[in-house]
């Protein structure tokens, strides 16, 4: 495409009818700044919205359109304000709530009021209830039209409703073009196909803008499940240049970092002997190995890009230690970052006790620390005092500098995506050498996608668990006998043991997740009176956080509730009971890692999968997964195997990597098709890598231009 013809990309959100400045904002923190970008926004799912359900023939977990009146409306006042409407059609009444609500979405909800309205139904403190559903107000019900194809269901950030961005987004497809006649006039603008004809012609490839429309807006006979199952033509051709664009990213790295000068460090040092001869454990065979794999790659002259897999409770930590003492011995610096607060705090416990007796400095810096800590911590690291600092992404700001760095690892837990973590080099480059990079990952990979996906990282694994572990005893259980699973809990209390309970992602949207927690907590409140309960999730302050998972550790609280915060890296050995609420919509993989919080310590631990029923056969067999096994890597080959149709998620919180609209384990099959493709635009087709890295990966490749 000439540069001078406009462009999809230079069409400002603010041309689009009802975008101002406000929703402009809101748009940008998805990363939307213009039509192209609202284009490539692309759905996690649809829902099916072409008919009307009736009140009565509504079951608690289903997705349903219901249309009525409103005979009444309150504010009510519990743990938190919500607006509370009781709906009724001709077969009964349902309540429907709001925790967040404006007084003139209030007044429109009035008594007398008609709507048509769509939510899951979820059980409520009386009855059936809908937390915000999405509706719409009508003086004509029996008038408004039905929808006549699925509705597309688009990732949301805070304040920014589902309908409206629904609404932009078909605006922004007007604009575009494609390769049928009614989409090729003038008016309309294409985006650029860069893939060669000849490879798309032989892979069966739709065009690019067509696909595009075809996920946005699936014909009217699409199944349900046309993303989840990974059969929608146009979400294939963008997914399979979207592993492509991933994968010649990772490629030009590979090469680039082959060619840059990493320092040497000494593969015998006494820091690492004393350290281990401090340690209470003997290192397992499994770690043994994969230490001298690291302190190898460490000697070289070339930076190390290792992957470190282990499963929860392998021992990673022990062998990142003994890296870091490697090269700390040598003189340098050593960074840790971790995805959260939480998991870096955890890790300078850990790293402070180790270290300090060795005689090294163990420094702290998270986004929180301000002011005179602040300076001194920087001040302490530019003169080389601080030997290793640990912390959140707060270490490669700017303004950190480093005197010497000469090795990073990565706490991943899977939050970062690859192109994040490898960026990251380029900002720690403050001398002529790059420093080596290790990368622990607990997500298990399954070895056939780790040939592919991860093929130019050098990849260790840990498949050894330390001895004396006792396998998690897990329970699939219906949610109808959630009073029995109370029960359990009280018993396990009284006998000293803690508990925890995981409520899961329920919607797009993290308020949500953290509403349906803090009723869970009110709910067990009430059943179990006499026991210390505790809330956490990912909305409070990261020093409430720490407050109550401190209060937990030591004791004084007995059954944490929770949402899937608690998944990274938290350790208390004495909690021996887990029960995860809606188990069915979580990956076999975060399952996994949850489950990894119980079983620490010697008592036997139990884990409850506490499913809605009624629960699908694939369903069903998913969860039995998690019964018959607790070794990861196998988990996440069944899972693998298991996954199609009735996923849910979508595929941002599959885990794997942060892709827009890949799955490495749905689109699997595509892996090997992507890795020819890769090596042919290498060889032949040069000028497609920029463009192609750039749509597919933008701001997250700083490192492209090295
Ligand atoms: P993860 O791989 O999940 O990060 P950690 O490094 O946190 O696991 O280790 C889990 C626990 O196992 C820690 O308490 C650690 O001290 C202990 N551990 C690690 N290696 C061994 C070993 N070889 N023998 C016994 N315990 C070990
Ligand atoms: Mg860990």
Redesign the pocket.
């Known amino acids: 495409m000439n540069k001078a013809e406009p462009q999809l990309s230079q069409i400002p959100l603010t041309q689009l009818r009802g975008v101002g400045p406000a929703l402009q904002k809101k748009l940008q923190q998805l990363s939307i700044n213009n039509v192209q970008d609202l284009l490539f926004h692309l759905p996690l799912r649809y829902e099916d919205r072409t008919r009307i359900n009736t009140i009565a023939s509504a079951r608690v977990g289903e997705t349903v359109q219901l249309q009525g009146e409103v005979i009444n409306s309150s504010i009510q006042f519990g743990r938190r304000r919500s607006l509370h409407c009781t709906l009724v059609d001709d077969s009964g009444f349902i309540s429907l709530r709001f925790f967040h609500f404006s007084a003139a979405q209030k007044n429109s909800l009035a008594p007398g009021t008609k709507i048509r309205c769509y939510g899951e139904v979820r059980r409520g403190r009386n009855g059936m209830e809908i937390y915000h559903p999405e509706y719409r107000v009508s003086t004509d019900l029996e008038d408004e039209p039905l929808s006549d194809s699925l509705t597309a269901i688009y990732p949301l950030t805070e304040g920014l409703q589902q309908a409206r961005l629904r609404n932009i987004i078909q605006q922004a497809l007007t604009y575009l073009g494609g390769s049928t006649p009614e989409n090729d006039s003038d008016k309309k603008l294409s985006l650029p196909d860069y893939l060669p004809e000849s490879l798309s012609t032989s892979l069966g490839l739709y065009e690019l803008n067509d696909a595009i429309r075809l996920i946005h807006k699936p014909p009217i006979d699409a199944p349900l499940d046309w993303l989840s199952a990974g059969v929608n033509p146009g979400q294939s051709r963008l997914a399979f240049e979207e592993l492509l664009a991933h994968r010649l990213c990772m490629r030009r790295f590979k090469n680039d970092s082959e060619t840059q000068i990493a320092p040497q460090f000494e593969k015998k040092n006494s820091l690492s002997a004393s350290f281990l001869a401090s340690l209470p454990f003997k290192l397992t065979g499994a770690q043994q190995r994969v230490s001298n794999e690291i302190i190898d790659d460490l000697s070289r002259v070339c930076p190390m890009l290792r992957l470190l897999q282990g499963d929860v409770g392998s021992g990673?930590?022990v062998v990142a230690a003994l890296a870091a003492l490697q090269a700390v011995s040598a003189g340098y610096q050593v960074a840790l970052m971790a995805p959260t607060e939480l998991l870096a705090e955890q890790h300078l416990a850990n790293f402070t006790q180790w270290f300090e007796p060795l005689g090294i400095q163990v420094g702290w810096l998270s986004g929180k620390i301000k002011g005179k800590a602040r300076a001194q911590i920087l001040a302490s690291l530019q003169e080389g005092e601080c030997q290793l600092l640990i912390g959140t992404h707060a270490l490669f700001q700017d303004e950190v500098i480093y005197h010497k760095l000469g090795l990073i690892i990565i706490?991943e837990q899977h939050r970062f995506g690859v192109h994040q973590r490898l960026s990251l080099r380029e900002k720690a480059g403050t001398h002529k050498l790059n420093p080596h990079q290790l990368v622990m990952t607990?997500t298990p990979i399954p070895r056939t996608l780790a040939m592919s996906a991860y093929a130019d990282l050098d990849n260790s694994i840990i498949d050894e668990l330390p001895p004396g572990r006792t396998p998690v005893n897990t329970a699939i259980i219906s949610s109808e006998r959630r009073d029995q699973v109370v029960e359990r809990i009280a018993q396990a209390c009284a006998q000293n043991s803690q508990v925890y309970w995981v409520c899961t992602l329920i919607e797009e949207s993290e308020v949500l997740q953290c509403q349906a927690a803090e009723v869970t907590e009110e709910q067990l409140r009430k059943l179990l009176p006499n026991i210390r309960i505790g809330l956490i999730h990912g909305r409070m302050k990261p020093k409430e956080k720490v407050g109550v998972m401190q209060s937990f550790k030591n004791g004084e609280l007995q059954l944490l509730v929770a949402t899937t915060v608690i998944e990274v890296?938290v350790d208390v050995p004495n909690a021996s009971l887990m029960v995860i609420e809606n188990p069915e919509r979580l990956g076999l993989a975060q399952l996994h890692q949850l489950r990894g919080r119980v079983g620490r310590g010697s008592k036997q631990s139990h884990c409850i999968l506490l499913y809605q029923s009624p629960l699908s056969k694939a369903g069903q067999q998913r969860l039995s997964v998690m019964r018959e096994s607790n070794d990861g890597f196998y988990i996440a080959e069944k899972d693998l195997e298991l996954r199609g149709p009735g996923q849910v998620l979508g595929t941002q919180q599959t885990g794997l990597m942060s892709f827009k609209v890949a799955d490495i384990t749905r689109d699997a099959n595509l892996l090997d098709q992507v890795r020819d493709a890769s090596e042919l635009i290498l060889s032949q087709h040069p000028d497609i890598i920029d463009p192609l890295i750039w749509r597919w990966l933008g701001d997250n490749t700083d490192y492209v231009n090295v």
């Open positions: 990673k930590t706490d607990a890296g």
